[in-house]
Protein backbone atom coordinates (compact mmCIF):
# COMPACT_ATOMS: atom_id res chain seq x y z
CA UNK A 1 0.00 0.00 0.00
CA UNK A 2 1.47 3.54 -0.87
CA UNK A 3 0.79 5.87 1.60
CA UNK A 4 1.41 9.97 0.35
CA UNK A 5 1.82 13.00 2.90
CA UNK A 6 -1.22 14.90 2.66
CA UNK A 7 -1.86 18.34 4.14
CA UNK A 8 -3.85 20.09 6.06
CA UNK A 9 -6.29 21.58 4.16
CA UNK A 10 -6.83 18.03 1.86
CA UNK A 11 -7.22 16.42 5.28
CA UNK A 12 -9.62 18.98 6.39
CA UNK A 13 -11.45 18.73 2.98
CA UNK A 14 -14.00 15.34 3.74
CA UNK A 15 -16.71 16.04 5.75
CA UNK A 16 -16.75 13.53 8.21
CA UNK A 17 -12.99 14.45 8.74
CA UNK A 18 -13.63 17.72 9.43
CA UNK A 19 -16.77 16.52 11.94
CA UNK A 20 -14.05 14.31 13.80
CA UNK A 21 -11.69 17.41 13.80
CA UNK A 22 -14.50 19.89 14.93
CA UNK A 23 -15.69 17.10 17.94
CA UNK A 24 -11.75 17.24 19.19
CA UNK A 25 -11.55 21.29 18.67
CA UNK A 26 -14.05 20.79 21.40
CA UNK A 27 -11.91 18.74 23.55
CA UNK A 28 -9.99 15.56 23.35
CA UNK A 29 -11.82 12.01 22.90
CA UNK A 30 -11.18 8.96 22.65
CA UNK A 31 -11.82 6.55 19.24
CA UNK A 32 -15.08 5.33 21.34
CA UNK A 33 -16.31 8.20 22.10
CA UNK A 34 -16.40 9.44 18.25
CA UNK A 35 -17.97 6.58 17.27
CA UNK A 36 -20.93 6.84 20.22
CA UNK A 37 -21.37 10.61 19.09
CA UNK A 38 -21.28 10.03 14.99
CA UNK A 39 -22.63 8.02 12.81
CA UNK A 40 -19.50 6.57 11.74
CA UNK A 41 -18.04 3.14 12.06
CA UNK A 42 -14.93 2.88 14.61
CA UNK A 43 -12.83 1.61 11.36
CA UNK A 44 -13.75 4.30 9.42
CA UNK A 45 -13.08 6.84 12.11
CA UNK A 46 -9.54 5.21 12.71
CA UNK A 47 -8.45 5.61 9.49
CA UNK A 48 -9.93 9.30 9.41
CA UNK A 49 -7.43 9.91 12.50
CA UNK A 50 -4.80 8.30 10.34
CA UNK A 51 -5.26 11.06 7.90
CA UNK A 52 -5.85 13.66 10.56
CA UNK A 53 -2.53 12.61 12.34
CA UNK A 54 -0.64 12.34 8.87
CA UNK A 55 -1.50 16.39 8.39
CA UNK A 56 -0.37 16.78 11.34
CA UNK A 57 -3.30 18.43 12.51
CA UNK A 58 -4.07 15.83 15.40
CA UNK A 59 -2.18 13.74 18.35
CA UNK A 60 -2.79 11.25 20.99
CA UNK A 61 -1.81 10.46 24.25
CA UNK A 62 -1.86 6.86 25.59
CA UNK A 63 -4.30 6.68 28.42
CA UNK A 64 -3.96 2.81 29.22
CA UNK A 65 -5.15 0.84 26.34
CA UNK A 66 -6.53 3.75 24.59
CA UNK A 67 -5.54 7.05 22.64
CA UNK A 68 -6.87 10.18 23.46
CA UNK A 69 -6.89 12.34 20.12
CA UNK A 70 -6.35 15.93 20.29
CA UNK A 71 -5.40 18.81 18.13
CA UNK A 72 -2.42 19.82 17.45
CA UNK A 73 -1.63 23.71 17.88
CA UNK A 74 1.23 23.57 15.72
CA UNK A 75 -1.42 21.80 12.83
CA UNK A 76 -3.80 24.57 13.42
CA UNK A 77 -0.76 27.51 13.70
CA UNK A 78 0.34 25.80 10.07
CA UNK A 79 -3.85 26.36 8.61
CA UNK A 80 -3.53 29.98 10.06
CA UNK A 81 -0.80 30.78 8.56
CA UNK A 82 -1.67 29.95 5.34
CA UNK A 83 -4.81 32.02 5.75
CA UNK A 84 -2.45 35.02 6.58
CA UNK A 85 -0.44 34.67 3.52
CA UNK A 86 -3.82 34.13 1.71
CA UNK A 87 -5.59 37.37 3.10
CA UNK A 88 -2.13 39.61 2.80
CA UNK A 89 -1.98 38.74 -1.03
CA UNK A 90 -5.52 39.38 -1.67
CA UNK A 91 -5.13 42.93 0.46
CA UNK A 92 -2.12 43.49 -1.84
CA UNK A 93 -3.95 42.60 -4.77
CA UNK A 94 -7.15 44.60 -3.80
CA UNK A 95 -5.09 47.60 -2.87
CA UNK A 96 -3.21 47.73 -6.50
CA UNK A 97 -6.99 47.75 -7.87
CA UNK A 98 -8.23 50.07 -6.06
CA UNK A 99 -5.01 52.56 -6.79
CA UNK A 100 -5.09 51.50 -10.32
CA UNK A 101 -8.91 52.40 -10.60
CA UNK A 102 -7.99 55.73 -8.40
CA UNK A 103 -5.69 56.71 -11.60
CA UNK A 104 -8.38 55.81 -14.15
CA UNK A 105 -10.42 58.21 -12.44
CA UNK A 106 -7.91 61.07 -12.30
CA UNK A 107 -6.80 60.45 -15.90
CA UNK A 108 -10.71 60.46 -16.87
CA UNK A 109 -10.68 63.66 -14.78
CA UNK A 110 -8.54 65.59 -16.31
CA UNK A 111 -9.69 64.81 -20.20
Known amino acids: ?17 REI ?6 RP ?3 AELTGELPI ?20 RP ?7 RVKPEGIAALRADLDRF ?3 TLANFKQL ?3 EAAQRKDNDHD
Open 41 to 60: SQPAISQHLKVLREADLVGF
Open 98 to 100: ADA
Open 29 to 31: RTV
Open 21 to 26: FERLVE
Open 63 to 69: DGARRVY
Open 87 to 89: WAS
Open 1 to 17: MTTYQVDGWTALGDPRR
